[in-house]
């Protein structure tokens, strides 16, 4: 019995290890500072759900929610930068991981996410 917890531990902490890694290579965070650098000559997308888009977005952001990311991709030019962001910072590096899997490579988030944006916004 003890056995089969430590291995389902064991797998637990490996799964989140190969995650917090790969995500790491697929993706650069960026501070707040660094992304308004940037965004603007990036394809600016907002991978939340339309609901929490709608209730406020970075201005100049598009909604290709991380739920339709794999069906949405041709949307998404692989020879421009992206700049991703979700509420928190979680969902844009499952976006991250799912663009970089299939060829692209100038990735990157906000760091924090939606959350810490203190830059203008706009509602819907």
Request: net charge positive; hydrophobic share 35%.
């Amino acid at each position: 019995m003890l056995y089969s917890i430590a291995a389902v531990l064991g797998a637990i902490i490996l799964y989140a290890l190969f995650m917090y890694f790969s995500q790491k290579r697929a993706v650069k965070p960026l501070s707040q500072e660094e992304f308004v650098q940037g965004y603007r000559k990036a394809q600016l997308i907002d991978v939340r759900e339309p609901n929490e888009y709608n209730g406020g977005h970075i201005l100049g952001a598009r909604n290709i929610p991380v739920t339709q990311i794999k069906q949405r991709m041709k949307e998404i030019r692989p020879d421009k930068p992206v700049y991703l962001y979700c509420q928190s910072g979680l969902r844009s590096g499952r976006a991250a991981q799912m663009l970089y899997r299939k060829g692209y490579r100038d990735i990157y988030h906000l760091q924090g996410g939606f959350k810490k944006w203190t830059g203008k916004i706009k509602m819907k």
